[in-house]
C-alpha cells in the first residue's frame, strides 16, 4: 500500500518503494537501540503533494513564534560552565563545545544555547548519545518542527529527516515545481515564490543579518532584471567570497551540529571519496516570519568592530 501522506488531503499516485540498502553498522546499532521499526523498510517515504495548492495548504496556517534564545542569560552561565571544555572555531563562527550531552540539557541550557548558536551561526558536539527521539524533542523545544512532505524520515518519527549518500543517489527525482492546475494537470510547471526582506533582524540578537542564498533567492521586487542579477550577485559573493566569515568542520562518528538557518548558508562537500559509509538524521525547527527593522544594529556595530573612520548612520 502506499505510505500515509503529510496531509491528508495528499493523494500520492505513485508506486511505494522498500529499500534494501544495508545500513552502516552504526547508524543500524542507533536506530535499534532507540526501538525505531525497521520491520517495513528503511526510510519512511511520505506521500507527495502532486499540485502546487498542496503545497502552499501544508504551510498556511500562521504561527507565534517565541524564540528560546530571546529569553536566555545573555551570559550563557548555566551552559558554559557545565562544559569541559568551549573553543570558538574562527573569529567570527563556530563553536564547539565539549562534556554535554544535548539529551540531557537543561531548559536554560536549551535557551542559552539557542542565543550562542545565534550569535555564533553554527555550534558543534562530538560523541553525542541522542536518539532521533531525543532530537525531535530538541526540535520541539526550539519551534514547530517542519514535517517536510518530499524527504525520506525515520519510520514513526515524521520531522526527522534522513542524510544518507547512498540511498540518495537511488531516490526517485522530486520537485515542488509540478501543475497547481488540477482543472489542466498538463499546463506546465509552476514555481513556488515567497516575498521577504534581503536584510532581517534576528530575534535573539536584535542583530541585522543579509537574507539571500544563490539556490533559493531568484529577484529582487521592484528593480528589472539586469539591476536584480547585479545586486544579488554582489551579494551572494559576500558570503561565498569572504573567507574570514566561512568554517569548514571535519565530522567524527557522533557529531551533531546545529545551526541558524536565518544567519547561516551551509553546505556539503562529498569529498570523502564514498571511502566511508555516511548517515545521519536532521530535525529543522521552523521560526517566525522574516521581518526587517531599520533601526536594529549589525552585528558588527552591536559587538564594537567597527572599522577606525566608519560611521553608524545617525551618528558621528
Do not use: C
Not at 183 to 200: A, M, Q, T, W, Y
Not at 304 to 309: C, F, P, V
Request: proline letters at 7%; a negative charge; glycine letters at 8%.
Amino acid at each position: 500500500m502506499p505510505s500515509a501522506p503529510i496531509d491528508d488531503s495528499i493523494v500520492d499516485v505513485a508506486e511505494p518503494r522498500k529499500d534494501t540498502i544495508g545500513l552502516p553498522e552504526p547508524a543500524l546499532a542507533r536506530l535499534t537501540k532507540a526501538g525505531v521499526d525497521l520491520s517495513n523498510g528503511y526510510p519512511y517515504r511520505p506521500s507527495r503533494p502532486l499540485y502546487l495548492d498542496d503545497v502552499y495548504r501544508i504551510r498556511s496556517k500562521e504561527w507565534k513564534h517565541d524564540d528560546a534564545g530571546a529569553r536566555a542569560d545573555k551570559s550563557k552561565s548555566a551552559l558554559l560552565s557545565a562544559a569541559t571544555k568551549v573553543t570558538d572555531l574562527t573569529t567570527h563562527i563556530g563553536t564547539e563545545i565539549e562534556g554535554l550531552q544535548l539529551k540531557d540539557l537543561t531548559d536554560q541550557q536549551k535557551d542559552e544555547l539557542a542565543l550562542l548558536i545565534a550569535e555564533r551561526s553554527v555550534v558543534f558536539f562530538r560523541n553525542q548519545d541522542i536518539s532521533p527521539q531525543q532530537q525531535l524533542a530538541l526540535g520541539r523545544y526550539y519551534g514547530e518542527v517542519e514535517v517536510h512532505p518530499q524527504v525520506a524520515q525515520v519510520p514513526g518519527n515524521p520531522g526527522v529527516t534522513v542524510i544518507w549518500p547512498d540511498l540518495q543517489a537511488t531516490e526517485r527525482s522530486v520537485s515542488f515545481r509540478q501543475p497547481g492546475d488540477r482543472s489542466n494537470p498538463d499546463s506546465g510547471p509552476k514555481h513556488i515564490e515567497r516575498v521577504h526582506p534581503l536584510v532581517r533582524v534576528h530575534p535573539a540578537t536584535g542583530w541585522k543579518a543579509l537574507w539571500v542564498n544563490r539556490t533559493f533567492t531568484d529577484r529582487i521586487v521592484g528593480l528589472d532584471r539586469g539591476e536584480s542579477d547585479a545586486i544579488l550577485n554582489y551579494l551572494f559573493g559576500v558570503y561565498e567570497g569572504n573567507v574570514d566569515i566561512q568554517l569548514r568542520f571535519k565530522w567524527t562518528p557522533g557529531t551533531s551540529a546545529l545551526w541558524d538557518n536565518r544567519v547561516t548558508i551551509h553546505n556539503a562537500s562529498w569529498d570523502y571519496g564514498g571511502k566511508y559509509p555516511r548517515h545521519g538524521t536532521r530535525v529543522t525547527s521552523l521560526a517566525e516570519k522574516p521581518y526587517f527593522d531599520d533601526a536594529a544594529p549589525t552585528r558588527r556595530q552591536a559587538l564594537g568592530l567597527l572599522d577606525e573612520g566608519e560611521l553608524i548612520p545617525g551618528r558621528q
